[in-house]
């Protein structure tokens, strides 16, 4: 039987279980082959928008982009209806429709105002829901680029987003300058359980993700699959590599553009006769997803580069749960070109 159908057969059985079937989280994924006629289709900012539209004491939110114009008017809907809305965003993007959009209408922004990127994307509502991924609030990350969110139901976990989102709006700490109370590296938790799903949650550049991740690599056992937009890390690719010397398979997708500069680990991992792939969207694939021993997820807004480890904000979660990994999977699957 022909590999690729038994791959896109697998696929498609993984993606017909709902997205609700963990009553604690939600995975969305875009897709823009389905917007090629018309620009109609994005499940993300279908969510995104409904959620806004949940709130009903707070709305908190830190997007490297606010440009979507329907996603702004979520949040001024809400704050019309007296929710607290307040947004970080960063200062490259002031200029953006929704950004624009929303302070016009009174809602509080902050920008980072630093050389580094204000990168994350994550919103926290009314104090027990998460959201987070690879999707920007943009047209183009919702129709033309293949990107991730998840909806994650936890107070625990909004806690820890509500201590990194205050450090940003209310005290305007970026790229951890300083901490805002002595001793928070011990005293912040990192760590949730729900359920039977083990979630760890890391801020760039306050942890060292990119040693976080590689010690991850380093304990897969059987594979490795990626979708990466952005892969110029030399220790998470070659942690990778060291895997497949030891029998672990590894596979991924990577976007085409900047696929070929020297600081790309795709054609060191093509040296290695690794099976990786370039992305056929002719916009972008904006993932960041590591998907271990088809249980682990790993996703957020952070790339595999040395800026988002170093110098950028970015949120990272770490998931441990094979029913969340299996939807990454069958997304996996669809993007990747064969074995």
């Not at 021993?293 to 998931?319: H, M, P, Q, W």
């Amino acid at each position: 039987m022909n590999l690729r159908f038994v791959l896109a057969l697998v696929s498609a059985l993984v993606l017909s279980v709902p997205a609700s079937a963990a009553d604690w989280c939600s995975v969305y994924f875009t897709a823009p082959e389905k917007n090629a006629s018309h620009g109609t289709y994005s499940p993300p900012e279908d969510a995104l928008v409904a959620l806004i539209d949940s709130a009903r004491g707070t709305a908190d939110g830190a997007f490297f982009e606010i440009g979507s114009v329907r996603v702004a008017d979520a949040f001024i809907r809400a704050h019309k209806r007296g929710v607290k809305v307040r947004l970080v965003t960063d200062d490259s993007n002031l200029k953006k429709p929704g950004c624009r959009r929303v302070k016009a209408a009174g809602i509080p922004v902050v920008d980072d105002a630093k050389k580094g990127l204000m990168h994350d994307k994550f919103a926290i509502i009314d104090g027990h829901t998460v959201w987070t991924g690879s999707y920007n609030i943009t047209d183009n990350c919702a129709y033309r680029n293949n990107n991730n969110a998840i909806k994650i139901e936890s107070k625990e976990l909004a806690e820890i987003y509500e201590a990194e989102f205050r450090e940003m709006f209310e005290e305007h700490i970026f790229e951890n300058k300083k901490e805002s109370r002595a001793f928070s590296p011990l005293t912040n938790p990192y760590y949730v359980k729900i359920g039977e799903a083990n979630i760890n949650v890391y801020f760039s550049p306050d942890n060292d993700v990119e040693d976080i991740i590689v010690k991850r690599i380093k304990k897969a056992k059987s594979s490795i699959y990626f979708l990466a937009f952005s892969f110029t890390s030399d220790p998470i690719g070659e942690a990778m590599i060291a895997q497949t010397k030891k029998g672990v398979k590894v596979a991924g997708v990577f976007e085409k553009n900047g696929s070929d500069s020297k600081e790309s680990e795709y054609r060191k991992m093509l040296v290695e006769k690794i099976p990786v792939s370039l992305d056929r969207n002719k916009h972008n694939m904006h993932h960041k997803v590591i998907i271990i021993d088809e249980e682990i997820v790993i996703t957020g807004s952070y790339n595999f580069s040395r800026n988002a480890s170093k110098r950028n904000d970015e949120n990272t979660l770490i998931i441990q749960d094979r029913a969340v990994a299996a939807k990454y999977l069958a997304e996996f699957r669809k993007l990747y070109q064969g074995e």
